[in-house]
Nanobody
Framework: QVQLVESGGGLAPAGGSLRLSCTMS????????VAWFRQASGKEREFVAA?????????KTADSVKGRFTISRASARDTVILQMNNLKPEDTAVYYC?????????????????WGQGTQVTVSS
């Protein structure tokens, strides 16, 4: 059974940093494309960043976080990291890790097959 587990959320001041991690068990994580989405209270889930699978490190970052957030795979490739710098109050949301049984990333929530339970990120002003 495939499981995704996120960790690293919490409370940070505006301008601060947080590092989210996503690990998978039971699946071919190194092959799958992986993305981070977020959902603020009362809003729809939105794309944040994604990274291709296999040996391709191509990434995509949403305009709203470009230059502040970076997605990468850890050297063992079983973990995907979302490094969040210069956080803003509008980054407050539940952040979800998702993986799809394809090596190419997508910005659509409908293209992802597996989801984590989410981790809360709160940025204080």
């Amino acid at each position: 059974q495939v499981q995704l587990v996120e960790s690293g959320g919490g409370l940070a001041p505006a301008g601060g940093s947080l590092r989210l991690s996503c690990t998978m068990s039971g699946g071919a994580f190194r092959i799958y494309a992986v993305a981070w989405f977020r959902q603020a209270s009362g809003k729809e889930r939105e794309f944040v960043a994604a990274i291709n699978g296999i040996s391709d490190s191509t990434t995509k970052t949403a305009d709203s976080v470009k230059g502040r957030f970076t997605i990468s795979r850890a050297s063992a490739r079983d973990t995907v990291i979302l490094q969040m710098n210069n956080l803003k109050p509008e980054d407050t949301a539940v952040y979800y890790c998702a993986a799809r049984r394809d090596s190419a990333w997508s910005q659509s929530i409908h293209e992802y097959d597996y989801w984590g339970q989410g981790t809360q990120v709160t940025v204080s002003s």
